[in-house]
């Protein structure tokens, strides 16, 4: 071989490597803009061609990535334009095309398709202006929207049920619209429905809308031990709210204990009154307690919470001081609420893998009431805020202030609790929260899909997500408790809240 064409071989594999590199570097720019998973729990993957790359908290997915996750396999990807997805168990969700380049310009475009399974998502930027701009397809239907938040659910033949022991649900594909508008493109006909309506396109045939919520439509908390990995960039907490299964079954013999006097409840005395709390310590810990008699919690004579063994959960205040306390007797609810503060407490929590989460000497925050019973089957009921906890941030160890409880509704025609527009104040700061959660039992929570944080002010800090959890108390859900949480990059602002039911919608 002459020098020439040496020189002329080596100039085109070095002409071939760059092209590749520069491919390389064009797929992986492609994989960085559309998505980053920020929960991972269980089996949860990218089908990259003949390629399955496990993912965690972190990962960039991009256009091509087929997610995938197992039956305990649960995931949320936050993508460039804001949008959030949450994606179920036993699910195939792929990412046709996607394109955001910060604006919507007209060149935005978001196209994914659910093979099997389902994901409840909050949407971007993309589809806001122009619907056609994002889709969802399905073998069903072709979905459009525009600026909204709705639930997905393919279900093949005998895959869900009401319960077990109920048929089948037909095959097709089921959705529900929480706020905005879904259309729904199927051969022969379209329909668009709106928040609060439910719908049906059964394979091979055309929408139809629902009388009430399908309840595998529900997102599966239920029996979810698993701890989240997570991105301590991207989240606080590292462990979502759960509803564990052997609780649930305690929760529901209560449920048809007759109802009892909760005097004492405030007063330090044996409670006899089945009692119900959330407690979340703002580092890295929140959890339900039930049954909070002398086997589980400890109270003072004034109703203060000072000790919780919860199996998983142990603390006790130790030296350290309770502030922001309060109680409102709420027809009934007798809800207590109140903060650890300063050094001298110990809390510790397990995780499902073993690991052991402290924060000693942390903010703790709790609310319990009395539990609920007699829940009604239909209509909506208001709630209006009695008092809280001022808010903590973990981060920068600053106490805010809690300014509006929001608006709090429970639909329990559809098993639903809407949250809007609780906001919390440091200096310069001002957090907002809103969100729907199904309910289960007296029992909500948004852990597996996450509510809409926003904040305005110079001294805002950058939110990754925000959600809230808590209970209805007392007879017919006369008290509610929240715990609210915003999770920042840097750590976590948390407060709870008790709530009274007002007479009437609209009446608060």
């Known amino acids: 071989m002459t020098a020439d064409r040496r020189h002329r071989s080596r100039a085109s594999a070095v002409a071939a490597w760059l092209i590749a590199l520069a491919a390389t570097l064009a797929s992986a720019a492609a994989l960085a803009q559309a998505g980053r998973v920020v929960l991972?729990?269980?089996?949860?993957?990218?089908?990259?061609?003949?390629?399955?790359?496990?993912?965690?908290?972190?990962?960039?997915?991009g256009v091509g990535d087929a997610i995938v996750t197992g039956a305990d396999g649960h995931a949320q990807i936050r993508f460039s334009d804001e949008a959030l997805v949450a994606i179920k168990p036993g699910t195939e969700f792929r990412i046709e095309s996607y394109n955001f380049a910060g604006r919507t310009d007209g060149s935005e475009r978001a196209v994914f398709r659910l093979v099997r399974g389902g994901f409840r998502t909050l949407t971007g930027q993309i589809g806001q202006v122009n619907r056609d701009t994002y889709q969802v397809l399905t073998t069903q239907a072709t979905i459009g929207i525009r600026g909204t938040h709705f639930q997905l659910e393919v279900c093949g033949k005998d895959e869900c049920r009401e319960s077990?022991?109920?048929?089948?649900?037909?095959?097709?594909?089921?959705?529900?619209?929480?706020?905005?508008?879904?259309?729904?493109?199927?051969?022969?006909?379209?329909?668009?429905?709106?928040?609060?309506?439910?719908?049906?396109?059964p394979d091979g045939g055309m929408p139809s809308r629902l009388l009430a919520p399908p309840s595998f439509l529900a997102t599966r908390l239920?029996?979810?031990?698993?701890?989240?990995?997570?991105?301590?960039?991207?989240?606080?907490?590292r462990k979502v709210p759960d509803f564990p299964t052997d609780e649930l079954r305690t929760l529901d013999r209560f449920l048809k204990d007759p109802f009892q006097s909760t005097d004492d409840i405030a007063h330090g005395n044996p409670v006899a009154t089945p009692v119900i709390g959330i407690i979340g310590s703002d580092e890295a810990t929140l959890e339900f307690a039930f049954n909070m008699g002398a086997d589980h919690a400890q109270l003072d004579p004034l109703g203060r919470l000072v000790a919780v063994d919860t199996g998983t959960?142990?603390?006790?205040?130790?030296?350290?001081?309770?502030?922001d306390?309060?109680?409102?007797?709420?027809?009934?609810?007798?809800?207590?609420?109140?903060?650890?503060?300063?050094?001298?407490?110990?809390?510790?929590?397990?995780?499902?893998?073993?690991?052991?989460?402290?924060?000693?000497?942390?903010n703790l925050h709790y609310v319990y009431g009395v539990v609920a019973n007699?829940?009604?089957?239909?209509?909506?009921?208001?709630?209006?805020?009695?008092?809280?906890?001022?808010?903590?941030?973990?981060?920068?160890?600053?106490?805010?202030?809690?300014?509006?409880?929001?608006?709090?509704?429970?639909n329990f025609t559809i098993a639903q609790v809407s949250l809007n527009n609780l906001q919390v104040g440091f200096t310069d700061a001002t957090y907002s929260l809103s969100g729907t959660a199904g309910l289960v039992g007296p029992l909500f929570s948004t852990g597996g899909t996450g509510a809409t944080a926003t904040c305005a002010g110079a001294a805002c800090q950058p939110l990754v997500a925000g959600n809230f959890a808590g209970f209805l108390a007392g007879p017919g859900g006369a008290g509610l408790g929240l715990d609210y949480y915003f999770n920042t990059r840097t750590g976590v602002i948390e407060g709870v809240a008790g709530y009274r039911r007002c007479a009437a919608p609209g009446s608060c």
Do not use: C, M
Request: hydrophobic share 45%; glycine share 16%.
């Open 222 to 237: 239920i029996g979810k031990q698993a701890a989240a990995t997570s991105d301590s960039t991207e989240l606080g907490f």
């Open 40 to 61: 991972a729990v269980g089996d949860v993957a990218a089908v990259r061609g003949a390629e399955r790359v496990r993912l965690a908290a972190g990962a960039n997915v």
């Open 164 to 201: 077990d022991n109920d048929p089948p649900a037909v095959p097709g594909l089921y959705g529900g619209i929480y706020d905005g508008r879904v259309i729904a493109i199927a051969p022969g006909r379209s329909e668009i429905f709106g928040a609060r309506e439910f719908f049906v396109v």
């Open 325 to 362: 306390t309060g109680n409102h007797p709420a027809q009934n609810a007798s809800l207590n609420w109140g903060r650890w503060a300063g050094a001298g407490s110990s809390i510790a929590q397990q995780l499902p893998n073993g690991d052991v989460i402290h924060n000693d000497g942390g």
């Open 374 to 410: 007699d829940l009604p089957t239909a209509g909506i009921v208001e709630y209006a805020l009695v008092g809280g906890t001022r808010p903590t941030d973990s981060a920068s160890g600053a106490v805010g202030t809690l300014l509006s409880g929001g608006r709090v509704a429970v």
């Open 313 to 323: 959960l142990v603390a006790s205040i130790g030296t350290a001081g309770i502030v």
